[in-house]
T-cell receptor, first 111, second 112 residues
Framework: ELKVEQNPLFLSMQEGKNYTIYCNYSTTSDRLYWYRQDPGKSLESLFVLLSNGAVKQEGRLMASLDTKARLSTLHITAAVHDLSATYFCAVDMVGAQKLVFGQGTRLTINP | NAGVMQNPRHLVRRRGQEARLRCSPMKGHSHVYWYRQLPEEGLKFMVYLQKENIIDESGMPKERFSAEFPKEGPSILRIQQVVRGDSAAYFC??????????FGPGTRLTVL
């Protein structure tokens, strides 16, 4: 059974600081996704990572994938308040069309 | 191109009633997925459908829950005889093929 674990689950940080969210998964997967969710809202797709060593960046967020370690990271650079949200990673199961989600990381950025 | 549409956005039911949640996929998308999110948790897969076919229902509870995606019209997630534990946000997603899933705004079900 595929399991996806994120850490930390809660993160409170100051504006301007850097931090990393980690996503581990237990078995081989086709793709890894990062989503953002604001309170009471739907999920916004941030990144899709397809292959080992993939790195994608959008603004202050950068995601990377190491398929050998079964690890993805979401790095936040010089955080700003607008990035406060819950971030989920999700993994495709090989041969199946369903996403398995991590527990989510609730990120709070304080002025 | 409108995104994935779900209605209603909020639904309140009393225990024992039925809940019907609707999902219209993005134009050109023939794959529909339903997920459930309990408070403070991640999303859990429920069912994957294509037009007139249930492809994978491994995440669906065995009783009271059913889903369909007819040839015409939206996909429907139906919950019979709702209980308080069914209170959650239900998200629908769609994709054109085996590809990135795009999520709708969700239906927040409250069972009194």
């Amino acid at each position: 059974e595929l399991k996806v674990e994120q850490n930390p689950l809660f993160l409170s940080m100051q504006e301007g600081k850097n931090y990393t969210i980690y996503c581990n998964y237990s078995t081989t997967s086709d793709r890894l996704y990062w989503y953002r969710q604001d309170p009471g809202k739907s999920l916004e797709s941030l990144f899709v990572l397809l292959s080992n060593g993939a790195v994608k960046q959008e603004g202050r967020l950068m995601a990377s994938l190491d398929t050998k370690a079964r690890l993805s990271t979401l790095h936040i650079t010089a955080a700003v308040h607008d990035l406060s949200a819950t971030y989920f990673c999700a993994v495709d199961m090989v041969g199946a069309q369903k996403l398995v989600f991590g527990q989510g990381t609730r990120l709070t950025i304080n002025p | 191109n409108a995104g994935v549409m779900q209605n209603p956005r909020h639904l309140v039911r009393r225990r024992g009633q039925e809940a019907r949640l609707r999902c219209s996929p993005m134009k050109g998308h023939s794959h529909v997925y339903w997920y459930r999110q309990l408070p403070e948790e991640g999303l859990k897969f429920m069912v994957y459908l294509q037009k007139e076919n249930i492809i994978d229902e491994s995440g669906m509870p065995k009783e009271r829950f059913s889903a369909e995606f007819p040839k015409e019209g939206p996909s429907i997630l139906r919950i019979q005889q709702v209980v308080r534990g069914d209170s959650a946000a239900y998200f629908c997603a769609s994709s054109p093929t085996v590809d990135t899933q795009y999520f709708g705004p969700g239906t927040r079900l409250t069972v009194l």
